[in-house]
Every structure is written in C-alpha cells, then in structure tokens.
C-alpha cells in the first residue's frame, strides 16, 4: 500500500498565482484533512472531509478551496497564493473521524514557498 | 479545547528505556489520548492511543494514570531513529460533535545520543 500521497513535494509560487496541492489515498479511508505546519508552531487544520461530496472548514481555511469528489481524493487549492501561506502542507486519512477509531496516516508533506 | 502539557525537550541514551510525561488534566471522561511523532522532515506517524488502561503496540507502550490527568509514552529501547518530536494529543470535537480534529501542540524534542 502507498498510504498517503501528496505531490508536489516541493513547489515556488509568485504572489498571486494559483495551484493545486494534491493528496491521494489507498486505504478506502472515510475521513480526510489538510493541515499546515509552521516553525514554531504545531500543526492546524485547514479542511476537512469526512466522506465524497462532504467537506468543511477547519481552523485556518481562508485562501484555501477543497473538493472531495472521490474516496481517494483531496486535492487542496490555493486561489491567490500570498507569503503567508508559506508553509508546509500535510495530508491525512483515517478510517473515520470518529473518537477511538484508530490513528491518522500522513503524507510526506509539500514544502511551499511564496515569493 | 482540550489541553495537553508536555516538556519541551527530553534526552535519552541509545538501548536505555525513555518515558515521556504528557499531562491533561482537563481531560473528559470520553476523550482517548493519542499520541503522535514527527521525525525530521517527515509528516506526523501515529504511534498508539488508549482511553483508560495501558496500551501496547510494537512502537511502544502508554501508561495511563487512574484519574486520566496524565500518561506517559513509553520507548522500551531507544535507537537513533526514535529522535523525533513526540506529540501527546487530545481529539478536540468538530463542529456538529460526531467527528474529530486532531490539536497539535509543539511536543516533546527527543534527542537520543549514541
């Protein structure tokens, strides 16, 4: 099994362009999220989803579009790239979101840069 | 948000055993713990979760305290590749309350010396 997998792992950005992070799992997992992680700091939320067609927000979801069109598929969306959003981007998966169900499996994470 | 308490740094010797303390003292009665490591560069790896009685996996073991206010990871033998930031973790409750986030704080920095 390949787990999650997010492309690109790296990617340069001008300010203002847009791009797609990809997140792809094979685990028939119901529940998805993006969290960003910044020095210093611990991860937050961004989005999530707990099943195709579902999603909402998370902690820190403005600048960011999500779908979820597939079980295996969360791309996340970046509208107008700004350097704040100089971060990097994990993905995760879970058989569900419910409490007790067992742990999350992450991606290897995309280190997006803003300039 | 549920609240988790850690020490920011730990070190340990390689082969010797490593408890790492995570407290929690406003915990609810149907909260499980979770804990989480990062090493570098890498995304988040679940390590083991319990809810009240201690846990044992094949990465380690967690000790849970009676009145769930405290746990502690335990490394049974330490290797090089044990050294990774070690997050203790509450699940927080998701808007609508049947679903759950997890909350990372900055963690336990273990360094593990040869």
């Known amino acids: 099994n390949a787990g999650v997998t997010q492309t690109p792992k790296f990617q340069v950005l001008k300010t203002g362009q847009s791009m797609t992070l990809q997140c792809a799992q094979d685990?028939?997992?119901?529940?998805m999220s993006w969290y960003r992680q910044d020095p210093g700091m611990g991860l937050r939320l961004i989005h999530y989803s707990v099943g195709a067609g579902i999603t909402d927000q998370g902690e820190v979801p403005n600048g960011y579009n999500v779908s979820r069109s597939t079980t295996e598929d969360f791309p996340l969306r970046l509208l107008s790239a700004a350097p704040s959003q100089t971060s990097v981007y994990f993905c995760?998966?879970?058989?569900?979101?419910?409490?007790?169900?067992?742990?999350?499996?992450f991606g290897s994470g995309t280190r997006l840069t803003v300039v | 948000d549920a609240k988790t308490t850690q020490p920011n740094s730990m070190e340990s010797n390689e082969e010797e055993p490593v408890h790492l303390p995570c407290n929690h003292s406003?915990?609810?009665?149907?909260?499980?713990i979770h804990w989480y490591r990062q090493l570098p560069s890498q995304g988040p790896e679940y390590v083991i979760h319990g809810l009240t009685s201690n846990v044992n996996n094949r990465m380690a073991s967690l000790a849970i305290a009676e009145d769930r206010k405290s746990s502690t990871l335990i490394l049974h033998r330490a290797t090089l590749r044990d050294a990774a930031v070690y997050y203790c973790?509450?699940?927080?409750?998701?808007?609508?309350?049947?679903?759950?986030?997890?909350?990372f704080g900055k963690g336990t920095l273990l360094t593990v010396n040869p």
């Open positions: 406003t915990i609810s009665g149907t909260d499980y």
């Open positions: 973790i509450l699940r927080d409750v998701l808007s609508g309350g049947s679903n759950y986030k997890l909350t």
């Open positions: 685990m028939n997992h119901e529940y």
């Open positions: 995760a998966s879970s058989r569900a979101a419910r409490q007790g169900e067992g742990g999350y499996t």
